[in-house]
C-alpha cells in the first residue's frame, strides 16, 4: 500500500538556522504531495504541495520539491524563528483514492531563541 | 466565514460506551472526511462522505460509522468504546466539484475512554 516515512523527531534548532525535514514516500502511481503542520491545540493546516514531480511548494519561507526519482519530498526553510515550532506532517493524495490522506507520523520542530 | 467547527472539543467516555462527534464544514464545501489521529501519530483516515453517502473508507472496523445531512453537516459515531479509541478526532472539508487537494481541517475533538 502507499505509505510515508518522515525522520523522527523531536528536532530542536537555534533560531535562524536551516531547517531540513526528510520524507520519502512509496505510492503504486504518482500522487499529489503535501506538508501539513499542527500548532500546539491546533487542528492540522496545509503549509504548502505539489502536485507532479518536479514541482516546488513554497509557503511562509518554507519549500519542498517533488522528487520523483528519490521518491522524497522534503521541507526546507533558510532561517527559522521561534514561532515555526510545532509538528510538521508530510501527506500523499492518490488522484484515484478521493480526497483521502495517508500521513507521516510527523516531525516536531523546536526552536530555541 | 467560519472554518470547520468540530464539537465537542473534549469528551471522556468509559468503555463499552458509544459516541458521537460533530462537524460543520465550511462554507461552500460539501465533502466531509473523518480522522483519527492517536497521540504522537500522524493522522490516519476513517472515512469520506460526499452527497450523503460513504464514499471512500479506511481500515476501520465498523464500530466506526457516519453520517452526512443534507446540509453537508456529519457525525461520527463510534460503537463500544475501547481504550485504544482514545485520540484526537479530525474532520477536513473540500470544494464542490469531486477529489481534490484543497482540504480544510477542524481544531478536532479530542476523546478520551477510561
Known amino acids: 500500500g502507499n505509505s510515508v516515512t518522515q525522520m523522527e523527531g523531536p528536532v530542536t534548532l537555534s533560531e535562524e538556522a536551516f531547517l531540513t525535514i526528510n520524507c520519502t514516500y512509496t505510492?503504486?502511481?504518482?500522487?499529489?504531495l503535501f506538508w501539513y503542520v499542527q500548532y500546539p491545540g491546533e487542528g492540522l493546516q496545509l503549509l504548502l504541495k505539489?502536485?507532479?514531480?518536479?514541482d516546488k511548494g513554497s509557503n511562509k519561507g518554507f519549500e519542498a520539491t517533488y522528487r520523483k526519482e528519490t521518491t522524497s519530498f522534503h521541507l526546507e526553510k533558510g532561517s527559522v524563528q521561534v514561532s515555526d515550532s510545532a509538528v510538521y506532517f508530510c501527506a500523499l493524495r492518490m488522484k484515484d483514492a478521493g480526497n483521502m490522506l495517508t500521513f507521516g507520523g510527523g516531525t516536531r520542530l523546536m526552536v530555541k531563541p | 466565514d467560519a472554518g470547520v467547527t468540530q464539537s465537542p472539543t473534549h469528551l471522556i467516555k468509559t468503555r463499552g460506551q458509544q459516541v458521537t462527534l460533530r462537524c460543520s464544514p465550511k462554507?461552500?464545501?460539501?465533502?466531509v472526511s473523518w480522522y483519527q489521529q492517536a497521540l504522537g501519530q500522524g493522522p490516519q483516515f476513517i472515512f469520506q462522505y460526499y452527497e450523503e453517502e460513504e464514499r471512500q473508507r479506511g481500515n476501520f472496523p465498523d464500530r466506526f460509522s457516519g453520517h452526512q445531512f443534507p446540509n453537508y453537516s456529519s457525525e461520527l459515531n463510534v460503537n463500544a468504546l475501547l481504550l485504544g479509541d482514545s485520540a484526537l478526532y479530525l474532520c477536513?472539508?473540500?470544494?464542490?466539484?469531486?477529489?481534490?487537494?484543497?482540504?480544510?481541517f477542524g481544531p478536532g475533538t479530542r476523546l478520551t475512554v477510561l
Open positions: 505510492a503504486t502511481g504518482y500522487p499529489s
Open positions: 462554507s461552500g464545501h460539501d465533502t
Open positions: 477536513a472539508s473540500s470544494p464542490m466539484g469531486g477529489p481534490t487537494d484543497t482540504q480544510y
Open positions: 505539489a502536485t507532479k514531480a518536479d
